[in-house]
């Protein structure tokens, strides 16, 4: 299925809202670097997949009644065994329930630390679609620093939206600390670029966090709003 075709069987079936699961599939077929991220209807399936990942894992909450699954208790990090699996899900499931009673959880391999990063769009009604680059984590919360441009952005674009940023030193390198992979970056924003230039049938996206390491890029986690 392309992205074409899955995005037509969303809104067939009435859907505004993709998971986490099926926003990285959309991604990694235009060619963005994602972390596997597989889906469990039950704790058997979920030590099944933990075990092909390979431990430590990551479980979350699958459900699009549940945007921010952190603020719900809705995410396990670092699960080192299937006991710690199986235990994850019951707490998780639990408390989803009571929102979504058709909640799944997805399973994902427990990624590295970097430099976190947030790339999004929005869809302003007079310009269209606008891209959004910032640091991510208390850097996006505190201090909103983040940087816009209009869709469709250059790398030289997204570049300068990278390198405008005023804590631009955390990824360029400092004391000592050798520098992020900004390239990486750059692919990644003129490749969400793209996509929603070619799909403008996508509202909202947002990529958070998106780790930048020495070598190479990572969407951690990922949602989408289709258009009504």
């Known amino acids: 299925?392309?992205?074409?075709?899955?995005?037509?069987?969303?809104?067939?079936?009435?859907?505004?809202?993709?998971?986490?699961?099926?926003?990285?599939?959309?991604?990694?077929?235009?060619?963005?670097?994602v972390t596997p991220c597989r889906l469990a209807h039950n704790e058997d399936?979920?030590?099944?997949?933990?075990?092909?990942?390979?431990?430590?894992?990551?479980?979350?909450?699958?459900?699009?009644?549940?945007?921010?699954?952190?603020?719900?208790?809705?995410?396990?990090?670092?699960m080192v065994d299937g006991r710690h699996v199986r235990q994850a899900y019951r707490e998780i499931m639990a408390r989803a329930r009571a929102t979504d009673p058709a909640a799944a959880v997805t399973v994902q391999p427990m990624a590295p630390p970097g430099r976190e990063m947030i790339v999004g769009v929005t869809t302003d009604r007079q310009f269209g679609p606008v891209l959004m680059?910032?640091?991510?984590?208390?850097?996006?919360?505190?201090?909103?620093?983040?940087?816009?441009?209009?869709?469709?952005?250059?790398?030289g674009v997204a570049r300068n939206m990278i390198q405008?940023?005023?804590?631009?030193?955390?990824?360029?390198?400092?004391?000592?600390?050798?520098p992020s992979d900004e390239e990486a970056l750059v692919n990644i924003l003129v490749k969400v670029s793209d996509l929603v230039a070619s799909y403008p049938q996508i509202q909202e996206m947002d990529l958070n966090p998106v780790v930048v390491y020495d070598r190479g890029a990572l969407v951690l986690d990922a949602r989408m709003v289709l258009a009504g």
């Open 164 to 178: 405008s940023l005023r804590g631009y030193r955390l990824l360029a390198g400092y004391r000592g600390a050798p």
């Open 45 to 78: 399936e979920a030590v099944e997949l933990a075990g092909e990942l390979g431990y430590p894992v990551v479980l979350k909450v699958r459900s699009p009644l549940i945007a921010h699954k952190s603020d719900t208790g809705g995410v396990a990090l670092n």
């Open 133 to 155: 680059c910032g640091l991510g984590g208390v850097f996006t919360e505190i201090l909103g620093d983040v940087s816009f441009r209009l869709v469709p952005v250059s790398p």
């Open 1 to 33: 299925m392309n992205v074409a075709e899955f995005l037509a069987e969303a809104r067939a079936a009435g859907r505004r809202y993709l998971c986490e699961d099926e926003v990285k599939e959309i991604l990694g077929k235009v060619g963005i670097p």
